[in-house]
């Protein structure tokens, strides 16, 4: 079955400053990749996803670039806030599983004021 | 308009003991899946329903996991004989589409079920 690595598991940067979360998945399959954004005590939340017939995608302050060659996929965070602190998670999905997603391992990014 | 809910939000129960999770997704959505998040890692799939269908049940871990969605709507997750290593954030999620479609559908999730057993 699918397997989705991310990294780095956490991350640390200044308010301001960008931040990149990386992802490789191992079905060539895939055709569907979100990101889930998840605060402490909530459900994950979709901030952004990719389809496999684009290969880079922006929304504000938030894009996501995808490399169906090397089958990896990322997020680029930029002007990053306090209020963007959380775990972002990405995911991958095919819909020969019946659209289940299959997650990374999560990154847990702190933004210092 | 209002999300994806799920009841109860927190529940601890004694190893042994039987237990049922309520998933109400958004109204009209026709997929329901259940996911398993264990503490610091990420979800990881346990069972979807087409409607009132369980399509893929290739996520669950053990015969005492037990899903159903009688109507197409609201599903319970039933877990018999709870084990510590049952602990975890059980997640509902809900997508209009449905296998077969095109495109693969946004799935919505819902606030989870953190389980303890102790």
């Known amino acids: 079955g699918e397997n989705v690595e991310q990294h780095p598991s956490t991350l640390s940067v200044q308010e301001g400053d960008s931040a990149v979360i990386k992802c490789t998945y191992s079905?060539?399959?895939?055709?569907?990749f979100p990101w889930y954004k998840q605060e402490l005590g909530k459900g994950p939340q979709l901030i952004i996803d990719?389809?496999?017939?684009?290969g880079e995608k922006k929304d504000q302050r938030i894009a996501v670039t995808l490399n169906k060659t090397a089958k990896h996929f990322s997020l680029h965070i930029t002007e990053t806030q306090p209020e963007d602190s959380a775990v972002y998670f990405c995911?991958?999905?095919?819909?020969?599983?019946?659209?289940?997603?299959?997650f990374g391992g999560g990154t847990r990014l702190m933004v210092k004021p | 308009g209002a999300g994806v809910s799920q009841s109860p939000r927190y529940k601890v129960a004694k190893r042994g003991q039987d237990v049922a999770l309520r998933c109400d997704p958004i109204?009209?959505?026709?997929?329901l899946f259940w996911y398993q998040q264990a503490l610091g890692q990420g979800p990881e799939f346990l069972t979807y329903?087409?409607?009132?269908?369980?399509?893929?049940k290739s996520g669950l871990p053990s015969d005492r996991f037990f899903a159903e969605r009688p109507e197409g709507s609201v599903s319970t997750l039933k877990i018999q004989r709870t084990q510590q290593e049952d602990s975890a954030v059980y997640l509902c999620?809900?997508?209009?589409?449905?296998?077969?479609?095109?495109?693969?559908?946004?799935?919505?999730f819902g606030p989870g079920t953190r389980l303890t057993v102790l």
């Open positions: 329903f087409q409607n009132e269908a369980q399509l893929d």
């Open positions: 109204s009209g959505h026709v997929s």
């Open positions: 990719i389809r496999s017939n684009v």
């Open positions: 079905d060539s399959a895939s055709n569907y």
């Open positions: 995911a991958a999905s095919t819909l020969r599983a019946g659209n289940m997603l299959t």
């Open positions: 999620a809900s997508s209009l589409a449905f296998l077969g479609t095109h495109s693969t559908d946004t799935q919505y």
